[in-house]
Structures are given as C-alpha cells and as structure tokens.
C-alpha cells in the first residue's frame, strides 16, 4: 500500500503521516483534544440554541399577553379610540376654520363639536356633516352653543345636507371590530389629508 501524504495535525499543527484515510490528527493526545473542544463546541450551540427558543417563547408569550388585554377590554375602550380619531379628523379637517358656533379664533384648546349629541344621536357619532371644530368654551360651557351652531352649520353644509341630518337615522349595530375599522379608516384619512398638505 503506498505511503499516504503527509499532512498537519488540525489540533498541533505538526505535520504527520496518516495511516488511515481521513485522519487529521496526529496522535491519540490530539485526538482527545479535538473531541473535547468538540464536546464544548456542541455543548455552547446547544446553549445558543436554547437561549434563542426561550426568547422566541418569552416573545410568543408577551404577544399572546398583549392579546389578552386587548380582548378584556370594555367596548367603551373601543368607541372612544374610534371617537378620538374621528374628533382628531375634524379637527384637523377644520384647523383653518373658526370655532363652528362663536366664530371666533383662538390660541386655546379646540374641540371636535357635534351638533346633534352622540348621546341622544348615537348613529351620528362618526357622521362628518354633525361634527365641526369648536372651541372648549362653546363645546364645554356653552353645551355646543347650539343655537349659534345652527345658522353657521346650515351656511357651511347647506340646507339639503343640515335636512338629512335633521332626519332619521338607522342606529347601526356596531361592535368592537367596527369600532377599530372606523379608527382605522379615520388615523387613515387624517393620515392622508396630512400628506395632501405636504404635497
Ligand atoms: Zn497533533
Ligand atoms: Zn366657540
């Protein structure tokens, strides 16, 4: 049988003669050597690995939690999301208007004003024509200052679109996905109407 090559020991680096095929290590000492830093080599991987399933867990777990809260809140949590982002549309839609009702202008707080009450009116909570920007005096104090909200809501809407709000209304039957689909729809529009004044 020829006489292999020789090659270098991957653990001294000295260089030997291999007596069967596939060695690469010179000797038994440099043989145990190699299976140890294997062993250990093997043990960490395995550590990572378990280390990395327990963040994914830990991760799952937090997700599933968050879940959780979400689904025991109350449905009031949901319709004054949805109200916040509605009321934080009109008000961006009218930031250049004066209040609806004093048409005053002023550097204090500005409300999203409805006409027709969202406690006597519920179907009209989300309804763009019944809300209009306000400010806290005549949204607070004043209770809309509706008789002046009259006239000017008529003058900016028109009298066809005050009629229809005037008029009946069905009381849609809306649940917890509604209400996130319309704070949605509406972070969406005010999203966009942001952009269309960059533009
Ligand atoms: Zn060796
Ligand atoms: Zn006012």
């Known amino acids: 049988m020829a006489k292999k090559p020789r090659r270098k020991c991957i653990?001294?680096?000295e260089w030997f003669h291999p007596v069967r095929d596939g060695q690469v290590v010179c000797c038994y000492v440099c043989a145990s050597a190699v299976g140890k830093e294997q062993t250990a080599k093997n043990k960490a991987d395995a550590m990572r690995a378990e280390?990395?399933?327990?963040r994914e867990e830990e991760k799952e777990q937090r997700a599933r939690q968050a879940e959780r809260r979400q689904a025991v809140k109350p449905l009031s949590y949901f319709i004054k999301q949805a109200q916040q982002a509605f009321n934080?549309?009109?008000?961006?839609?009218?930031?250049h208007m004066p209040c609806i009702s004093c048409g005053r202008y002023h550097d204090g707080q500005y409300h999203a004003?409805?006409?027709?009450?969202?406690?006597?009116?519920p179907e009209l909570r989300f309804d763009e024509d019944n809300c209009h920007k306000q400010c806290s005096v005549c949204n607070n104090h004043l209770s809309g200052n509706l008789t002046a909200y009259r006239p000017a809501?008529?003058?900016?809407?028109?009298?066809?679109?005050?009629?229809?709000?005037?008029?009946p209304h069905e009381l849609p039957k809306w649940?917890?996905?509604?209400y996130i689909?319309?704070?949605?729809?509406?972070?969406?529009k005010l999203k966009a109407l942001k952009q269309q004044e960059a533009a």
């Open 51 to 54: 280390k990395k399933r327990q």
């Open 175 to 178: 649940k917890r996905d509604d």
């Open 113 to 121: 004003g409805h006409f027709r009450t969202t406690g006597a009116n």
């Open 88 to 95: 934080e549309f009109i008000r961006y839609r009218d930031r």
């Open 181 to 188: 689909r319309i704070r949605g729809e509406y972070r969406a």
């Open 11 to 13: 653990h001294c680096r």
């Open 153 to 167: 809501l008529i003058a900016k809407i028109g009298q066809a679109r005050f009629d229809a709000l005037m008029g």
